[in-house]
């Protein structure tokens, strides 16, 4: 029997954001199309060929793209909404970023105009801080085979020596994440199932052996539409070619797995990270014939892997049958390099495996399981070590962070006063007029902010220096929101290198890289906080910025923080406890934080939770027990306050119509959403949960350089008020601005405070 290992994607982005330069001269106009698939060309060739020399034996193609997979399938399925002007099944460049990010007009970099049209939907991938494009499927659009990149990244790979496993979203995922403008997206299986057969055809022709299918729906709740479209599709796509390595991740097959097991392909991958249990059930179900391929190291998080435990586990199957070991998921999800991290605490660095050090753990176990434990006796070693001094390491506990917790009290997370009464108390005190207009906090992060950043942290700028550069970034943007008229101000956050980062880099418990990025979407990288030990806040971590921008205006500025929620959701979090344990402990330093700026004379704070919606487990008998630990972590941050400062929160991306109960139970002043790309779709749950509190539904998309007009933003807040109170909502946009242009920002917020102006005046 043969141990094999596979890798099933790796990051995109290039060890140093290469893509992300890339993309953003390019669109910038600085470089040509050619120049950017030169550059594209150049990091799948260097990843190819870092996979294989790590001792990769399945390589994946396709597995990159230019902005989002999800998006490259519907472009290969000439699924493309009508308001982007392309014939049907046929695209270029200039459309494919039309579909990601909107246009105003002349596409730099491309030569096309296609006038001002608005960006697909962008969402959470499953329980991922990675965002695709939703598909869109229109009833008077036929789908045509658009450009076969899978195939050309196939050819591609090949002429330069690598055989690769093309990677493939499966049909009946895309049709599950589709979006039908007024047509079920499953109407179209047959048509779909059509063009996958050709393609398999194409790729079969090119001398694929072996497909990788991605259908990580299996993992989720299946209606029986979804289980007769599975067998229904494998069983058309059985005969097209090349044999299928039906791939499953983010949890386990459970009431799925006889359906799995049960279509005809030939391998099959379980993810044995987020769901260990299912291995014995998957052993009795799969057929001897069927290849099995099991993800045990972890491609979501970047703890090093205990090897003995997985040789252990897998050593048994290895006698009895061929098995391919690989990553439990993509390893999109992880930084490419640990050796990259020079500056990174090395009692920490000891516990940590980034992309390039999964392959080879990965490798280590191949070896044993082949060659024998004595042929990587000293990997082996060294991996039981750290595996040994993290659990013992006084660094990860605190005690008195843990008595702290143990003695919360059900009053902590209870607000003085119900909501209508905090209404009339805020009124008095902030004094603002129907339809406020805000922001949702950041302003952009321009040029000279970041190269003052850069300065700073490598000594060339002096604290007394970047203080004071910051100082008049936060003064600039103070006086222009005054001169433009906005109600209630944000101080810019110029101070700020990311929302979630930030906030880690002061608290204890956390460590952080230097280059340490993983794709979020498109261009935009996060280098997400290492979350390895109990957290407690050691200083006020934004009291300063606020009072100094407050000292600047007498309009009220909002306090700015990000929720306990998602500090935890959008960091790589500790494995050797419960998530809500470690939430719970981040909820304290933020209330702490919280009371720190009322106390200061803060009447207005906004605690964001843009990933409360993206923790929400697969599976819905999971759902409430999640729910309420999120939000009593919540509560427990935010209930502190008199009833007269008013507490904000902001989500973007993602549906809320299902957890609604769950939002009103945060039981905040006001929240803030994205609503621009819906057309304020999203409003219509809201007002059938008859939803309490204040609501900014976002008027203007800011992931597209697309500026908006007046007219257009009334006519999205004619249509909230088709749902809501005119009282109940604020104008604002759908997110921050941080990744703007200050040239795009101006319009586009003149614009909206025009707006509400008009709408006032009605």
């Given at each position: 029997?043969?141990?094999?290992?596979?890798?099933?994607?790796?990051p995109?982005?290039?060890?140093?954001?290469?893509?992300?330069?890339?993309?953003?001269?390019?669109?910038?106009?600085?470089?040509?199309?050619?120049?950017?698939?030169?550059?594209?060309?150049?990091?799948?060739?260097?990843?190819?060929?870092?996979?294989?020399?790590?001792?990769?034996?399945?390589?994946?193609?396709?597995?990159?793209s230019?902005?989002?997979?999800?998006l490259?399938?519907?472009?290969?399925?000439?699924?493309?909404?009508?308001?982007?002007?392309?014939?049907?099944?046929?695209?270029?460049?200039?459309?494919?970023?039309?579909?990601?990010?909107?246009?105003?007009?002349?596409?730099?970099?491309?030569?096309?105009?296609?006038?001002?049209?608005?960006?697909?939907?962008?969402?959470?991938?499953?329980?991922?801080?990675?965002?695709?494009?939703?598909?869109?499927?229109?009833p008077?659009?036929?789908?045509?085979?658009?450009?076969?990149?899978?195939?050309?990244?196939?050819?591609?790979?090949?002429?330069?020596?690598?055989?690769?496993?093309?990677?493939?979203?499966?049909?009946?995922?895309?049709?599950?994440?589709?979006?039908?403008?007024?047509?079920?997206?499953?109407?179209?299986?047959?048509?779909?199932?059509?063009?996958?057969?050709?393609?398999?055809?194409h790729?079969?022709?090119?001398?694929?052996?072996?497909?990788?299918?991605?259908?990580?729906?299996l993992?989720?709740?299946?209606?029986?539409?979804?289980?007769?479209?599975?067998?229904?599709?494998?069983?058309?796509?059985?005969?097209?070619?090349?044999?299928?390595?039906?791939?499953?991740?983010?949890?386990?097959?459970?009431?799925?797995?006889?359906?799995?097991?049960?279509l005809?392909?030939?391998?099959?991958?379980?993810?044995?990270?987020?769901?260990?249990?299912?291995?014995?059930?998957?052993?009795?179900?799969?057929?001897?014939?069927?290849?099995?391929?099991?993800?045990?190291?972890?491609?979501?998080?970047?703890?090093?892997?205990?090897?003995?435990?997985?040789?252990?586990?897998?050593?048994?199957?290895?006698?009895?049958?061929?098995?391919?070991?690989a990553?439990?998921?993509?390893?999109?999800?992880?930084?490419?390099?640990?050796?990259?991290?020079?500056?990174?605490?090395?009692?920490?660095?000891?516990?940590?495996a980034?992309?390039?050090?999964?392959?080879?753990?990965?490798?280590?176990?191949?070896?044993?399981?082949?060659?024998?434990?004595?042929?990587?006796?000293?990997?082996?070693?060294?991996?039981?070590e750290?595996?040994?001094?993290?659990?013992?390491?006084?660094?990860?506990?605190?005690?008195?962070?843990?008595?702290?917790?143990?003695?919360?009290?059900?009053?902590?997370?209870?607000?003085?006063?119900?909501?209508?009464?905090?209404?009339?108390?805020?009124?008095?005190?902030?004094?603002?007029?129907?339809?406020?207009?805000?922001?949702?906090?950041?302003?952009?992060?321009?040029?000279?902010?970041?190269?003052?950043?850069?300065?700073?942290?490598?000594?060339?700028?002096?604290?007394?220096?970047?203080?004071?550069?910051?100082?008049?970034?936060?003064?600039?943007?103070?006086?222009?929101?005054?001169?433009?008229?906005?109600?209630?101000?944000?101080?810019?956050?110029?101070?700020?290198?990311?929302?979630?980062?930030?906030?880690?880099?002061?608290?204890?418990?956390?460590?952080?890289?230097?280059?340490?990025?993983?794709?979020?979407?498109?261009?935009?990288?996060?280098?997400?906080?290492?979350?390895?030990?109990?957290?407690?806040?050691?200083?006020?971590?934004?009291?300063?910025?606020?009072?100094?921008?407050?000292?600047?205006?007498?309009?009220?500025?909002?306090?700015?923080?990000?929720?306990?929620?998602?500090?935890?959701?959008?960091?790589?979090?500790?494995?050797?406890?419960?998530?809500?344990?470690?939430?719970?402990?981040?909820?304290?330093?933020?209330?702490?934080?919280?009371?720190?700026?009322?106390?200061?004379?803060c009447?207005?704070?906004?605690?964001?939770?843009?990933?409360?919606?993206?923790?929400?487990?697969?599976?819905?008998?999971?759902?409430?027990?999640?729910?309420?630990?999120?939000?009593?972590?919540?509560?427990?941050?935010?209930?502190?306050?008199a009833?007269?400062?008013?507490?904000?929160?902001?989500?973007?991306?993602?549906?809320?119509?299902?957890?609604?109960?769950?939002?009103?139970?945060?039981?905040?002043?006001?929240?803030?959403?994205?609503?621009?790309?819906?057309?304020?779709?999203?409003?219509?749950?809201?007002?059938?949960?008859?939803?309490?509190?204040?609501?900014?539904?976002?008027?203007?998309?800011?992931?597209?350089?697309?500026?908006?007009?007046?007219?257009?933003?009334v006519?999205?807040?004619?249509?909230?008020?088709?749902?809501?109170?005119?009282?109940?909502?604020?104008v604002?946009?759908?997110?921050?601005?941080k990744?703007?242009?200050?040239?795009?920002?101006?319009?586009?917020?003149?614009?909206?405070?025009?707006?509400?102006?008009?709408?006032?005046?009605?």
């Amino acid at each position: 029997m043969t141990v094999t290992i596979a890798t099933l994607g790796f990051p995109r982005i290039g060890p140093r954001r290469e893509l992300k330069f890339a993309l953003e001269k390019f669109w910038s106009g600085r470089i040509g199309e050619a120049e950017l698939q030169e550059a594209a060309s150049g990091l799948r060739t260097a990843a190819w060929a870092r996979q294989k020399a790590l001792g990769a034996d399945w390589l994946p193609s396709n597995d990159f793209s230019l902005y989002d997979h999800v998006l490259d399938t519907s472009v290969m399925l000439g699924a493309i909404p009508s308001r982007y002007g392309a014939a049907d099944g046929v695209t270029d460049l200039a459309t494919y970023f039309a579909m990601a990010r909107g246009t105003t007009g002349e596409d730099a970099g491309c030569g096309h105009s296609h006038g001002s049209v608005t960006a697909g939907e962008m969402t959470k991938w499953f329980d991922t801080n990675y965002h695709y494009i939703v598909p869109e499927i229109e009833p008077d659009r036929k789908l045509a085979l658009g450009r076969l990149k899978v195939v050309e990244e196939y050819r591609e790979a090949q002429a330069q020596g690598y055989e690769t496993r093309p990677v493939l979203l499966g049909p009946v995922t895309w049709l599950s994440l589709a979006k039908g403008h007024g047509i079920d997206p499953f109407d179209l299986l047959d048509e779909v199932l059509g063009l996958y057969r050709v393609i398999l055809g194409h790729l079969a022709h090119a001398g694929a052996e072996w497909v990788q299918i991605d259908e990580p729906i299996l993992v989720t709740d299946l209606s029986e539409q979804q289980r007769a479209a599975f067998t229904r599709a494998y069983a058309a796509l059985q005969r097209s070619g090349p044999k299928l390595m039906l791939t499953t991740y983010f949890g386990g097959l459970e009431d799925n797995l006889a359906l799995a097991t049960a279509l005809p392909v030939q391998g099959l991958h379980v993810d044995l990270v987020r769901a260990p249990g299912q291995l014995d059930a998957v052993l009795r179900a799969a057929p001897k014939d069927l290849l099995l391929s099991l993800g045990v190291i972890d491609g979501r998080n970047v703890w090093r892997a205990d090897l003995d435990a997985v040789l252990e586990r897998v050593a048994p199957i290895a006698a009895s049958r061929d098995v391919v070991l690989a990553p439990s998921c993509s390893l999109l999800h992880v930084p490419v390099d640990l050796t990259l991290e020079p500056r990174l605490d090395a009692e920490v660095k000891q516990w940590l495996a980034f992309a390039v050090q999964k392959v080879e753990e990965l490798a280590v176990l191949k070896r044993a399981l082949n060659e024998g434990r004595d042929s990587v006796a000293g990997p082996l070693a060294a991996a039981a070590e750290a595996a040994a001094n993290r659990k013992v390491s006084p660094r990860i506990h605190d005690a008195a962070v843990q008595a702290r917790v143990a003695q919360a009290t059900p009053d902590m997370r209870e607000r003085r006063s119900g909501h209508a009464e905090r209404a009339r108390a805020q009124a008095g005190l902030l004094d603002l007029p129907p339809f406020p207009t805000t922001t949702i906090g950041s302003f952009p992060q321009t040029a000279e902010v970041r190269h003052a950043r850069a300065e700073h942290n490598r000594g060339n700028l002096d604290d007394a220096g970047y203080q004071q550069f910051l100082r008049e970034e936060t003064e600039r943007a103070i006086r222009w929101q005054e001169d433009v008229g906005l109600d209630m101000l944000v101080h810019g956050e110029f101070e700020r290198n990311d929302m979630v980062q930030y906030f880690g880099e002061q608290l204890a418990g956390f460590a952080f890289t230097v280059n340490g990025w993983v794709q979020s979407y498109g261009s935009r990288c996060v280098r997400p906080p290492i979350l390895f030990g109990d957290v407690r806040r050691t200083h006020p971590m934004t009291v300063d910025w606020w009072r100094f921008a407050q000292g600047l205006t007498d309009k009220p500025v909002k306090g700015m923080l990000t929720g306990p929620v998602t500090i935890l959701n959008w960091s790589f979090v500790r494995d050797d406890q419960p998530r809500e344990a470690s939430c719970r402990q981040i909820a304290f330093a933020i209330r702490d934080e919280v009371l720190d700026l009322e106390a200061a004379g803060c009447r207005a704070i906004q605690i964001d939770e843009a990933a409360l919606r993206e923790g929400l487990p697969l599976r819905k008998r999971d759902w409430q027990p999640y729910l309420d630990w999120a939000v009593d972590c919540f509560r427990l941050s935010a209930a502190g306050v008199a009833d007269g400062t008013q507490i904000h929160t902001h989500m973007c991306y993602s549906e809320f119509n299902d957890i609604l109960p769950s939002i009103g139970a945060m039981d905040t002043d006001v929240i803030s959403i994205e609503t621009a790309r819906s057309r304020m779709e999203l409003l219509e749950a809201f007002a059938k949960y008859r939803y309490p509190s204040a609501i900014g539904p976002g008027v203007y998309d800011i992931h597209s350089a697309r500026v908006p007009g007046e007219a257009e933003m009334v006519e999205l807040m004619r249509l909230a008020q088709q749902h809501l109170r005119p009282e109940q909502l604020w104008v604002n946009p759908d997110c921050g601005l941080k990744t703007r242009k200050w040239h795009e920002v101006k319009p586009a917020i003149e614009a909206m405070v025009a707006a509400a102006r008009t709408l006032r005046a009605a």
